[in-house]
């Protein structure tokens, strides 16, 4: 029902009115796409940091696993390092290390949903400061083979890339979205309904049934008539805005354009 009311409402604006034929697309799409996620649980760019989250508990597990397999078996391995735990000699503890980031920043970022750097960071400090206390005092680098260099910097790496995702994907995005549907939004409810325009005979229809009228007659049915014609109204304004938008840009680049010096020494020499 929206969808045939947006159409409808866009035919009648740029049939009704004389204006340039602009693409409002862009604008508009980001509004819907923005409540598309609200009122999904998680948006888009959230949902992929928690993946590559998800990525780093899975990636540091199956390192652990190779490693105990390689160094004579899991079931002695694991006895070894778990039962037995040495610090010094144990990959254990960056697995734990990776359940702690996984656990934290999945409850922190997907379950409660956190617009802030404080967790990120609290994990982040954590896994740096343990790695680098682990590949000073541990005799691992010695003893452990390629695997006593490769967990440590895989899960330091690890560790970071998700900082940076989030401090420069996930929060800036989602302030920008919300920051910009806001904008929008302001500005469609202090616009006015109606503009003035060229009308052609051809243009002129009947108005919808008064609300009021139906309120005393339809009864269940009002609810929904009522809440149509508000949505028509409101995808009219938000066509109406993106449209003005678009018109305003292109007059701007046309007036820079033509107030630069290259198309005035061009307009020189055609007038030579």
Not at 88 to 95: C, E, K, L, Q, T
Not at 101 to 129: D, E, N, Q
Not at 235 to 254: P, W, Y
Request: positive net charge; proline residues 4%; charged residues 20%.
């Amino acid at each position: 029902m929206d969808s045939r009311c947006s159409s409808s409402a866009d035919s009648r604006l740029t049939g009704g009115r004389g204006l340039v034929s602009v693409n409002a697309t862009p604008i508009c799409a980001r509004v819907e796409s923005y409540e598309a996620g609200e009122k999904k649980c998680i948006s888009d760019v959230r949902r992929t940091f928690c993946l590559f989250v998800t990525f780093d508990l899975l990636f540091i597990t199956l390192l652990w696993i190779i490693e105990l397999n390689v160094n004579g078996g899991i079931k002695s391995q694991l006895e070894k390092e778990v039962l037995h735990y040495d610090y010094r000699a144990s990959y254990f503890d960056i697995f734990l290390l990776a359940v702690f980031r996984f656990a934290t920043l999945i409850l922190a970022y997907a379950v409660c949903k956190l617009r802030h750097w404080w967790a990120i960071a609290i994990t982040t400090a954590v896994s740096c400061a343990f790695l680098i206390v682990k590949v000073i005092l541990s005799k691992l680098l010695s003893q452990g083979g390629a695997f006593g260099y490769l967990l440590p910097i895989i899960s330091f790496v690890l560790a970071w890339i998700e900082t940076w995702l989030l401090d420069f994907k996930v929060l800036p995005q989602e302030a920008e979205d919300e920051n910009r549907f806001l904008s929008i939004m302001d500005a469609t409810e202090r616009a006015p309904l109606m503009y003035p325009g060229p009308l052609s005979d051809g243009q002129f229809y009947s108005p919808p049934e008064s609300v009021a009228g139906l309120s005393t007659r339809s009864g269940p049915k009002t609810s929904e008539k009522a809440s149509t014609f508000f949505s028509l109204i409101r995808k009219v304004r938000l066509i109406e805005i993106c449209r003005s938008i678009q018109v305003q840009n292109i007059e701007f680049n046309s007036a820079r354009r033509i107030n630069s010096p290259t198309f005035t020494h061009s307009t020189a020499v055609v007038w030579r």
